[in-house]
């Protein structure tokens, strides 16, 4: 009776292993299939956050270019705007101060930094500048300066806008000269060529000496 148990009971252990094979075959591409998306959602998130911080950082960037500047900002608009700031104290390159200027290119809409001294745009060779592209896809960039207010607008393609203000950015005064007073000189008078002065001066008159006789 018991090795017929036992052949019963082995049987038994066989089709269980059997069920269990059969059942990983059909759990193991549906969880390989699990692994393979939660990779792929890991992979979007993780390059969502890189260009979300890419972004934060940019407009980090340009909010401390504005914040800890001298207030002489220069705002052209075309398409879009372009920025250029005199001096700044916030260097990405360790200068005491630095020119910035923040642009649009044409390929790709992409938008540079700028950031070196002494150089005018359109830069030259010779220009030693460093520029960076902090952001691709631009569809606007707008900054307006009233006051001692900077509101900057930005927005990438298929993205949200950005805004932001930057508070506390006072125009440079221009310094007034002094006029100086004119000191009057004086006036001569001319000479008529060939007049003498008059000489007022009168003769002593002639006394006649009483006579004797």
């Known amino acids: 009776m018991s090795d017929s148990w036992m052949a019963k009971r082995s049987a038994f252990t066989l089709l269980e292993v059997l069920i269990s094979i059969a059942l990983l075959g059909l759990i193991l591409p ?17 390059d969502y956050v890189e260009k979300s911080k890419k972004i934060t950082k940019a407009t980090e960037t340009l909010y401390l270019d504005i914040l800890s500047s001298d207030g002489n900002l220069t705002i052209k608009k075309d398409d879009f ?53 902090v952001m691709k896809n631009l569809e ?24 932001f203000m930057v508070q506390g950015v006072t125009k440079p ?15 001569r008078k001319n000479r008529s060529p060939g007049r003498q002065e008059k000489n007022t001066t009168k003769p002593p008159a002639q006394v006649t000496p009483p006579s004797l006789t």
């Open 30 to 46: 549906a969880l390989y299939q699990s692994v393979e998306l939660l990779k792929d959602s890991n992979k979007h998130l993780f």
């Open 81 to 133: 705007t372009r920025l250029c700031i005199e001096q700044t104290r916030n260097s990405l390159y360790e200068l005491p101060s630095a020119k910035i200027c923040w642009i649009v290119m044409k390929k790709d809409h992409a938008l540079l930094r700028v950031e070196g001294n002494g150089y005018i745009l359109p830069l030259r060779a010779d220009d030693r500048v460093e520029a960076n592209v």
């Open 140 to 163: 606007v960039f707008d900054v307006y300066h009233s006051n001692d207010k900077v509101l900057v607008l930005i927005q990438q393609a298929k993205k949200e806008p950005i805004s």
């Open 173 to 187: 005064q221009k310094k007034k000269k002094k006029k100086k007073k004119a000191v009057k000189k004086p006036v």
